[in-house]
Structure formats: C-alpha cells, structure tokens
Nanobody, 120 residues
Framework: HVQLVESGGGSVQAGGSLRLSCVAS????????MGWFRQAPGKEREGVAR????????WYAGSVKGRFTISQDNAKKTLYLQMNSLKPEDTAMYYC??????????????RGQGTQVTVS
C-alpha cells in the first residue's frame, strides 16, 4: 500500500519561503519518479516540479523555475520542495505524487492528501 504524506505548508507573506516535505512508504519500485503538483480553487491541476531517474535534471514549471527547488533524500524516502520568493499566485493545495516516469506529474499514479500553501 503506497502512502505519501506531505507536511510543511502554511501561510507566508509574499517574498517568504516554505519547505514542503513528503515521506513515501509502501513501495520499492526504484523506477518511480516523484514530484509535486498544485491546485488552486477553480483552477486546473498544475505540475510544479518532478524528478527523473538516470541522473537527468529535474523539470520545473516555468512559473516556478528559479524560485523552487525539488530534492530527494532516498535514505529517508523523503521528497522536498524548497519554495523561495513566494508570490500570491503560488497559493494552492500542494500534492506530492509518485508514478512511472513516462507520465506527467499530474497523472502520477499515487498522490498524498495535500498541504495548503497560502501567500498573502
């Protein structure tokens, strides 16, 4: 049973920073990629960042490139999203996701319950 548990969301003023964490359990498929997507009320799901296997560089949405950094601690089975220079338009529920690398992050098979990020 795959489980992804996010933490680290909260409320912050514009220009501030937050670090999201996602602890993964229940799967051992090392071919899975992981990532983050977000969804604001009334808007479509939006991919934010994702990892690749094989040493390829992560992918970032254009709206967050240069401000957000995705990283992974395999020993702790934890995925991170460091978010700097936050803007009000970053306000959304952020979800951790895991799935086959050939899929886009918004279509990854597994996702967590989400953590709210509010930027004012």
């Amino acid at each position: 049973h795959v489980q992804l548990v996010e933490s680290g969301g909260g409320s912050v003023q514009a220009g501030g920073s937050l670090r999201l964490s996602c602890v993964a359990s229940g799967y051992t498929d090392s071919s899975y990629c992981m990532g983050w997507f977000r969804q604001a009320p009334g808007k479509e799901r939006e991919g934010v960042a994702r990892t690749y296997t094989g040493g390829y560089s992560p992918w970032y949405a254009g709206s967050v490139k240069g401000r957000f950094t995705i990283s992974q601690d395999n020993a702790k089975k934890t995925l991170y999203l460091q978010m700097n220079s936050l803007k009000p338009e970053d306000t959304a529920m952020y979800y951790c996701a895991a799935g086959h690398c050939g899929s886009v992050v918004t279509a990854f098979r597994y996702r967590g319950q989400g953590t709210q990020v509010t930027v004012s």
